[in-house]
Nanobody, 115 residues
Framework: QVQLVESGGGLVQPGGSLRLSCAASGNRFSIRTMGWYRQAPGKERELVATISSGGNTNYGDSVKGRVTISRDNAKNTLYLQMNSLKPEDTAVYYC?????????WGQGTQVTVSS
């Protein structure tokens, strides 16, 4: 019922910026909590940020002050603006939507921070 497609990843130098997008299909996007998670090789998936239907946001400690999560309900799209990127931000970034019974995930987009 729900499909999520991430985009915007790529190679960026330390200190650079990147904007990730997550396009969602399905119904009632505007009332769902959504988020970004990331997973580096050999590490477990960790929270980056979440945003509720009411606009309340939550950020992981490792990225606070450097990222901003937002949503455009008219476009059914979730965004993650990342600034001051560090090599340790290198990971696959996944979009998430919390439904009534299930968590839905996109396929992920690779972010590599390297000089």
């Amino acid at each position: 019922q729900v499909q999520l497609v991430e985009s915007g990843g790529g190679l960026v130098q330390p200190g650079g910026s990147l904007r990730l997008s997550c396009a969602a299909s399905g119904n009632r996007f505007s009332i769902r909590t959504m988020g970004w998670y990331r997973q580096a090789p050999g590490k477990e998936r960790e929270l980056v940020a979440t945003i509720s239907s009411g606009g309340n946001t939550n950020y992981g400690d490792s990225v606070k002050g450097r990222v901003t999560i937002s949503r455009d309900n008219a476009k059914n799209t979730l965004y993650l603006q990342m600034n001051s990127l560090k090599p340790e931000d290198t990971a696959v970034y996944y979009c998430n939507l919390r439904g009534l019974y299930n968590l839905y995930w996109g396929q992920g987009t690779q972010v590599t921070v390297s000089s």
